[in-house]
């Protein structure tokens, strides 16, 4: 007589499920500190210019984006129709952009790579783009990008 019964059922264990709570707080915890989120509201609407000779940002920390455009159709009755430039989440003028990239360049780790973006409404006068790119010059803000989408 063998001592060890064949005809005994066998069957599948059950799944230790004790640790997939840990897992999962794990992933979201990740996901938490991987993503960003918009840290701007946008007041100013603009309409990107279309371009041939397009480069991808590589190194998106050391981004400073100035928008430019007429503002938001909530904000035209109290801003006026005007061109206006917006930095962070409030308007300014022109003289304000070396404060605003003095605040910028103190909170960037990399501050030589420090690139200033445009984003900059199509039907925009050149001449507050050139203010704006002289008040840049004067605060030593040298590397500047105008976005774009591809033209077709």
Known sequence: ?????KNGGREMPE???SSLPDLIFTI???FMIVTSMREVTLKVKFTVPAGTEL???EKKSAVSFIYVGPPTDQLRA???????IQLNDRFA???????????????????????????IDEKTQMGYV???K?????????KINYSATRRN
Do not use: H
């Not at 109290?78 to 206006?84: F, I, Q, W, Y």
């Not at 910028?104 to 790579?113: G, I």
């Open 93 to 119: 003028e022109p003289k304000e952009v070396m404060d605003f990239i003095a605040e910028e360049r103190t909170t960037m780790t990399d501050q030589a790579a420090q690139t200033v973006s445009l984003k």
């Open 130 to 132: 050139i203010d704006i």
């Open 134 to 142: 002289e008040v840049l010059r004067k605060s030593w803000a040298l």
């Open 78 to 84: 109290t801003m006026g129709s005007g061109t206006r």
């Open 28 to 30: 979201l915890f990740f």
């Open 1 to 5: 007589m063998s001592r060890f019964s």
């Open 15 to 17: 799944m230790n499920t």
């Open 55 to 57: 480069e991808k940002l």
